[in-house]
């Protein structure tokens, strides 16, 4: 029975999930150092909203898809092509990215790498994800609705980020 009910788009589940543990491990890390050096955190009601958000979407891959659906080569491609363009930002942003929004008085905004391109290329990279994991599936619609719900929950995650940033923008910091 549960090999039936486990294949591609659960292993990719799974991967993800792994991923963004990792990754909970980096920003944790660099949580605390910008704490340490004085850094303040915005919306931080907010992140359980995120977080859930982020589980959800990973679930639904789990759940959603049906195990033997096809994968198309060339989406999953360019999903793990767009895991580099994830790794740009974590690396442009080194010791001040995190999952949560920080900030920090005298740290610098940053205006290189990605973000000569796009003011918040890491949540471009989240929505793109978002419909092209399941589309490499076939679930066009699963992505069409996931990534509008995450839309809307960047969007507000946004607002407050562009808020908390506002004075160090002006100052030209």
Do not use: C
């Not at 491990?25 to 850094?39: D, F, Q, V």
């Not at 890491?122 to 609705?145: C, D, S």
């Amino acid at each position: 029975m549960l090999p039936d009910a486990i294949g591609a788009p659960q292993i990719a589940a799974l991967l993800v999930l792994l991923q963004r543990a990792a990754e909970e491990i980096y920003s944790a890390r660099n949580t605390r150092a910008l704490l340490a050096a004085g850094a303040t955190e915005a919306g931080r009601s907010y992140y359980p909203v995120v977080a859930t958000t982020h589980l959800a979407w990973i679930a639904s891959l789990v759940f959603l898809i049906p195990p033997a659906a096809e994968v198309s080569t060339l989406l999953a491609l360019t999903y793990l092509a767009l895991q580099g363009v994830r790794y740009w930002v974590i690396a442009t942003l080194g010791r001040f990215w995190t999952h949560r929004i920080f900030t920090l008085a005298d740290a610098p905004i940053i205006r290189r790498g990605p973000y000569k391109f796009l003011r918040h290329p890491n949540y471009a990279v989240t929505i793109a994800e978002t419909f092209l994991l399941p589309a490499v599936f076939g679930a066009y619609a699963l992505g069409i609705i996931m990534g509008a719900v995450w839309t809307a929950v960047l969007a507000y995650k946004i607002a407050l980020e562009d808020e908390a940033l506002a004075a160090r923008r002006r100052s030209g910091v």
